[in-house]
């Protein structure tokens, strides 16, 4: 059950504190919760022979931010992935214009064909177009850390008025932040991703 976000191409992070992401890393940690039937796995063991009423939560090393960070969309040239949260302006910006040489190399090497190959699909290409135009304005409002990987907690305004939390994952390459999909079939993800989605996210 992948999760790929396409979403997730492009964004500057103008005005993020200098150091404000280090210091983020080593603030505190975050509980996750959710109810078991919000989750994707439901044969993970988190879920496995547990009444949907349940509730299923992970703590994690992380924090939340206040105020949560904007994330202003950006041209290509001014891409920079020297901090996770600069990584993911450039790759909310990359899709909103929908340059698919962008939108591949904000992801790791290893996944950038399975990317090219997704956006060579024109339903697909269409889906995450479609996505990105109903994106009005988008902030981070914590991080995480999950088995060496950055989680991002990013809310997302449409241009309906309504808001949306999504979980972007990253990972510190040698060329800088880039986008991974290696959480996607990460049960503890899954229970992150259930409580962004609808559940809380409480600060330990």
């Not at 964004?11 to 080593?26: H, K, R, S």
């Not at 060579?120 to 990987?149: H, P, V, W």
Request: aromatic residues 8%.
């Amino acid at each position: 059950m992948v999760r790929v976000r396409l979403c997730g191409f492009a964004m500057l992070a103008v005005g993020f504190y200098p150091g404000y992401f280090l210091f983020a890393q080593d603030a505190g940690r975050l509980t996750f919760r959710t109810l078991v039937s919000n989750l994707l796995m439901q044969t993970s063991p988190f879920a496995k022979s547990k009444p949907p009423e349940d509730s299923a939560s992970v703590t994690l090393p992380g924090r939340l931010f206040t105020p949560p960070l904007v994330a202003p969309l950006i041209e290509r040239p001014q891409a920079d992935r020297s901090t996770p949260e600069r990584a993911f302006a450039s790759m909310r910006s990359a899709n909103t214009v929908n340059d698919h040489a962008w939108i591949v190399e904000n992801f790791v090497p290893a996944e950038r064909a399975e990317i090219q190959k997704m956006l060579s699909d024109a339903s697909m290409e269409k889906r995450n177009q479609d996505y990105y135009k109903t994106i009005r304005s988008a902030e981070i409002t914590g991080t995480a850390l999950l088995r060496g990987f950055t989680i991002l907690l990013v809310r997302e305004e449409t241009d309906t008025g309504t808001a949306r939390r999504v979980p972007v994952t990253l990972a510190r390459t040698p060329s800088g932040w880039m986008l991974t999909n290696a959480l996607s079939n990460d049960s503890t993800f899954d229970v992150v991703f259930g409580a962004l989605r609808s559940g809380t996210v409480e600060k330990q």
